[in-house]
């Protein structure tokens, strides 16, 4: 795999995904150390999901989607503790599976979306899911988790969610 470490300030690590897959795809074996955002921009065009292990990533606050297609769906698996999330630029879905951290029982998701005309966001283990919306008008077209019970929407623009969000009372 390849190690990678930041230096002082905040550090991006950006991934690129292009081309065809031919299927689902899974990225394991990536050591970051002090890096704090991990942003994929995913324009593959086969429809399976792009997997991001994140178990050998220390010092991550911040992972999301920087650009993607409707086909650019992407996982980030593995991660210790929640993290802040966003969706840019795009229409992939986003999901992040969480290995702790999501015990609780009042765990926040922060989200922050920007210039999103669809996708679903999924983050399993968390209660509330709190949007903050900028920059456009932004629409998704889903958020959903196993134990959501709250969805939060603050920000500047009009939000907009197409689907029907499954949440707990």
Same mark, same amino acid.
């Not at 991934?15 to 994929?40: K, P, R």
């Not at 993607?68 to 996982?75: L, W, Y």
């Not at 966001?121 to 899911?129: D, L, M, P, Q, R």
């Given at each position: 795999?390849?190690?990678?470490?930041?230096? !002082?300030?905040?550090?991006?690590?950006?991934?690129? /995904?292009?081309?065809?897959?031919?299927?689902?795809? $899974?990225?394991?074996?990536?050591? +970051?150390? &002090? =890096?704090? *955002?991990?942003?994929?921009?995913?324009?593959?065009?086969?429809? %399976?999901?792009?997997? =991001? @292990?994140?178990?050998?990533?220390?010092?991550? $606050?911040? /992972?999301? +989607?920087?650009?993607?297609?409707?086909?650019?769906?992407?996982?980030?698996?593995?991660?210790? %503790?929640?993290?802040? !999330?966003?969706? !840019?630029?795009?229409?992939?879905? +986003?999901?992040?599976?969480?290995?702790?951290?999501?015990?609780?029982?009042?765990?926040?998701? *922060?989200?922050?979306?920007? &210039?999103?005309? &669809?996708?679903?966001?999924?983050?399993?283990?968390? $209660?509330? =899911? %709190?949007?903050?919306?900028?920059?456009? !008008?932004?629409?998704?077209? *889903? =958020?959903?988790?196993?134990?959501?019970?709250?969805?939060?929407?603050?920000? @500047?623009?009009?939000?907009?969610?197409?689907?029907?969000?499954?949440?707990?009372?």
């Amino acid at each position: 795999g390849d190690v990678v470490s930041g230096g !002082a300030g905040t550090d991006t690590f950006n991934l690129s /995904v292009a081309g065809n897959a031919g299927g689902a795809y $899974e990225l394991q074996a990536l050591q +970051l150390s &002090a =890096i704090e *955002n991990v942003l994929v921009t995913n324009f593959d065009l086969n429809a %399976a999901d792009t997997t =991001i @292990d994140t178990s050998l990533m220390t010092g991550v $606050e911040k /992972v999301g +989607l920087g650009a993607s297609s409707a086909t650019g769906d992407t996982i980030f698996t593995g991660m210790s %503790a929640i993290k802040n !999330a966003s969706m !840019a630029n795009g229409s992939a879905d +986003l999901t992040l599976t969480y290995a702790g951290g999501t015990s609780g029982t009042a765990d926040v998701q *922060n989200l922050t979306v920007s &210039a999103v005309s &669809a996708g679903t966001f999924t983050a399993s283990g968390v $209660e509330t =899911i %709190a949007v903050t919306n900028s920059n456009t !008008a932004n629409s998704l077209t *889903n =958020i959903a988790g196993s134990a959501l019970t709250k969805i939060t929407v603050t920000g @500047d623009q009009k939000f907009t969610m197409t689907g029907s969000s499954s949440v707990a009372t």
